[in-house]
């Protein structure tokens, strides 16, 4: 079984602009492409895990978001970077939109994403990190077993007291680092 990094996608991978669903609103974070490729050299699978909430809300399409996201993986590809999966939760409780309005498994703070991807692509949990940038994704990845949950800072404050998160960084590009060992602790704290 392979060990994985689960990325969240709004506010780690791509500029969190609030219910990114279009393409001219999608802008890569700084860093995330050479980060990508390093975690790919050191052996880990890569996997976008993501709460998509606007699909529940009406606020974009399903089919919105699919088209958003197979653009963001060949922008991934002409980068050399390879997604093995990408999971996400297009649900809400308070919903409008009647079939995704409800209290699922899938939406982080639960594990759902994490089991179905560790199930279908053989993945190793308790080897894998998770990298997000708020605590609904540290508490999915400590709900899940993983080895280590990393809090991106992506350009906001985080109280470290306050946070459950294993590691604090200021981006994806601190976590190849991290996981190689060479950024002590308080290191991008």
């Known amino acids: 079984m392979r060990k994985a990094v689960f990325l969240d996608r709004d506010g780690v991978v791509n500029e969190d602009r609030e219910f990114v669903s279009r393409i001219e609103d999608f802008r890569f974070i700084d860093g995330v492409f050479e980060a990508c490729r390093e ?4 052996g880990y699978a890569l996997v976008i895990v993501t709460n998509q909430s606007g699909i529940a809300r009406g606020l974009y399409s399903a089919e919105r978001y699919y ?58 949990l308790a080897r894998s990190v998770l990298v997000g940038d708020k605590e609904a994704d540290v508490a999915a990845a400590h709900n ?5 949950a990393i809090l991106v800072r992506s350009g906001q404050p985080i109280d470290p007291a306050a946070s459950r998160a294993d590691r604090i960084v200021d981006s994806l590009r601190d976590v190849p680092a991290l996981l190689r060992g060479e950024l002590a602790p308080g290191d991008g704290e």
């Open 67 to 124: 088209r958003l996201t197979e653009w963001m993986l060949t922008a991934l590809s002409h980068q050399g970077i390879r997604i093995e999966g990408v999971y996400h939760c297009p649900h809400h409780p308070q919903g409008t939109v009647a079939p995704y309005r409800q209290d699922c498994t899938c939406r982080k703070p639960r594990p759902g994403m994490l089991l179905q991807a560790a199930g279908e692509l053989g993945l190793d």
């Open 144 to 148: 899940a077993g993983l080895a280590l």
């Open 39 to 42: 975690l790919q050299a050191m």
